[in-house]
């Protein structure tokens, strides 16, 4: 136990990572955090576990806390997809349509999962306005998937989906798989087999989640590359029918409802995955140890190296920055602030405000982070990149 800054940091550890124990206390000093949590595997043991602060006001952070992971939650989505095409039940450049024949509507005949998962199907927003309450019904939002119109031929240009994403891919493995729901696979193929208590939707009996809330002192600034809240705020208002808009605003309860019941109930598996920084990095580091954890294959050795292949890298053009995707999972990015791990093949994904999940298979690695302090970053917060930074001195910069 390390108190300092009048902050208690509990969990395990040994003497060799106290520095990543020194940049967690940090981060509560220096950015405002309140509430976060840390969690390492090496080599598919679990090495750190961190946790911090408060959950909600008068409500102790602990091991098991869990956190909406707002995009982080596309990993889940993205494993679940590698999953059915490991075992032979989807093929990736096989049609959605062939599986889901009312996806193929409006334009969208030919666009395959692979397309949908490195963010190229065109596929970004809904272009007719939304009910806010509409979020939370997956019949009704599967069928305006449906329905929606490419905001460009499929495969000719990248623009990441920060909504549309789940539900398009997340209803093509409920199909195949043959699961009620989409919750209900990641629940029996993933969290169960792996001893996690990660959620898409909270169950009834489940532990609050973390309460979402800004940061009080964001970090950022002139390091960010344009990767920040204010930069897409600035996209959004120079063009308000534009994609960014709709992909962000349609509707407005996408960005306002995290905290309500409504969202923490329903499946939306782009960005309501609920999880604590130990299963986060659990499943992190299963992906870095050859896709096995606890003599359990989560996905095979073949499919792990899909998920760090680049299938794009180009100017998004939703976020209007340079980015690089694989099959669901982002890879490290061209600029310094923006890296996941050192090691070439690493890959993962953030989400809006902080967490951040990834692993490093040249390093085995699995990290996973959770807060309840939202920054502005839209890629990596410099909270979890200070964090990466003090972890890879002290397993080495090479492996």
């Keep these: 136990m390390i108190e300092r800054a009048m902050i208690e940091v509990q969990g395990h550890w040994s003497e060799r990572w106290a520095p990543v124990v020194e940049a967690f206390s940090d981060?509560?000093?220096?950015?405002?955090?309140?509430?976060?949590?840390?969690?390492?595997?090496?080599?598919?043991?679990?090495?750190?576990?961190?946790?911090?602060?408060?959950?909600?006001?008068?409500?102790?952070?602990?091991?098991?806390?869990?956190?909406?992971?707002?995009?982080a939650s596309k990993a889940l989505v993205a494993l679940s997809v590698l999953q059915l095409a490991d075992a032979?039940?989807?093929?990736?450049?096989?049609?959605?349509?062939?599986?889901?024949?009312?996806?193929?509507?409006?334009g969208k005949a030919d666009i395959t999962p692979r397309q949908l998962l490195c963010h190229r199907s065109g596929v970004s927003a809904l272009q007719e306005r939304v009910p806010d309450d509409a979020i939370f019904d997956w019949s009704a939002m599967t069928a305006r998937v449906e329905q929606a119109e490419p905001w460009w031929t499929p495969g000719e240009g990248q623009g990441y989906s920060p909504f549309l994403f789940g539900w398009a891919l997340g209803e093509l493995v409920r199909r195949v798989s043959g699961y009620d729901s989409f919750g209900q696979y990641v629940e029996k193929a993933l969290a169960q087999p792996l001893g996690l208590g990660l959620r898409i939707g909270l169950k009834e009996g489940d532990a609050s989640p973390a309460q979402m809330r800004p940061l009080k002192r964001p970090l950022g600034g002139a390091n960010s590359g344009g990767a920040d809240s204010q930069s897409l705020g600035k996209i959004m208002k120079a063009d308000p029918r534009g994609v960014t808009n709709r992909a962000f605003s349609n509707p407005m309860s996408l960005m306002t409802a995290s905290n309500s019941e409504a969202w923490?109930?329903?499946?939306?598996?782009?960005?309501?995955?609920?999880?604590?920084?130990?299963?986060?990095?659990?499943?992190?580091?299963?992906?870095?140890?050859?896709?096995?954890?606890?003599?359990?294959t989560v996905l095979s050795r073949t499919s792990v190296a899909l998920c760090s292949q680049e299938l794009t890298f180009e100017e998004d053009r939703v976020l209007g920055l340079p980015l690089r995707f694989g099959h669901g999972f982002m890879l490290?990015?061209?600029?310094?602030?923006?890296?996941?791990?050192?090691?070439?093949?690493?890959?993962?994904?953030?989400?809006?405000?902080?967490?951040?999940?990834f692993a490093d298979p040249d390093f085995?690695?699995?990290?996973?982070?959770?807060?309840?302090?939202?920054?502005?970053?839209?890629?990596?917060?410099?909270?979890?990149?200070?964090l990466i930074d003090a972890l890879y001195q002290c397993v080495g910069e090479t492996p």
């Design 364 to 386: 085995g690695i699995g990290f996973g982070y959770v807060t309840g302090r939202m920054g502005q970053s839209l890629l990596i917060d410099p909270r979890p990149q200070q």
């Design 264 to 296: 923490q109930r329903a499946e939306i598996p782009a960005a309501n995955g609920h999880s604590s920084a130990r299963d986060l990095a659990a499943v992190y580091g299963a992906l870095a140890n050859d896709g096995q954890l606890d003599n359990t």
């Design 88 to 106: 032979g039940e989807l093929e990736l450049d096989r049609p959605v349509a062939d599986y889901w024949p009312d996806f193929g509507q409006a």
């Design 332 to 357: 490290s990015q061209k600029r310094a602030d923006c890296r996941l791990g050192r090691g070439r093949g690493a890959f993962g994904h953030p989400g809006a405000g902080g967490c951040l999940g």
């Design 27 to 71: 981060n509560f000093e220096a950015s405002g955090e309140e509430g976060a949590a840390l969690a390492v595997y090496l080599a598919g043991e679990p090495v750190l576990s961190l946790w911090a602060g408060e959950a909600a006001p008068g409500v102790a952070w602990e091991e098991n806390t869990r956190t909406n992971l707002f995009s």
